[in-house]
């Protein structure tokens, strides 16, 4: 099993920055990708970023391009977010997510391991 944790999450202004991070814990010594979902209120769980693991590509949705930057600290086992410009419709609760194997990396059923979420809250 692995557990994920996520902090950083919070209330900010529309166009300011929010720094998200996930400690991961456990059978970590087989990760091949970590990443980010997010889900508004009534809406599906959205794919944000990706990061394999093991060669550090990352992969981004078409909303977040630009603005948001994913990053791990493999010595820490530890991923990150960095959102910048945020916009109101960046508010949703936060998930971080690993798997252990190749899976496609913007369809969150693949994903074995979730963390409990973090609130983002963007205000106009």
């Known amino acids: 099993q692995v557990q994920l944790v996520e902090s950083g999450g919070g209330l900010v202004q529309a166009g300011g920055s929010l720094r998200l991070s996930c400690a991961a814990s456990?059978?970590?010594?087989?990760?091949?990708?970590m990443g980010w979902f997010r889900q508004a209120p009534g809406k599906e769980r959205d794919f944000v970023a990706a990061?394999?693991?093991?060669?550090?590509?990352?992969y981004y949705g078409d909303s977040v391009k630009g603005r948001f930057t994913i990053s791990r600290d493999s010595a820490k086992m530890t991923l990150y977010l960095q959102m910048n410009s945020v916009k109101p419709e960046d508010t949703a609760v936060y998930y971080c997510?690993?798997?252990?194997?190749?899976?496609?990396?913007?369809?969150?059923?693949?994903?074995?391991?979730w963390g409990q979420g973090t609130q983002v809250t963007v205000s106009s």
């Open positions: 997510t690993s798997a252990p194997d190749y899976i496609e990396y913007y369809n969150a059923p693949g994903y074995p391991y």
């Open positions: 456990g059978r970590i010594f087989r990760t091949y990708i």
């Open positions: 990061v394999n693991w093991i060669t550090g590509t990352t």
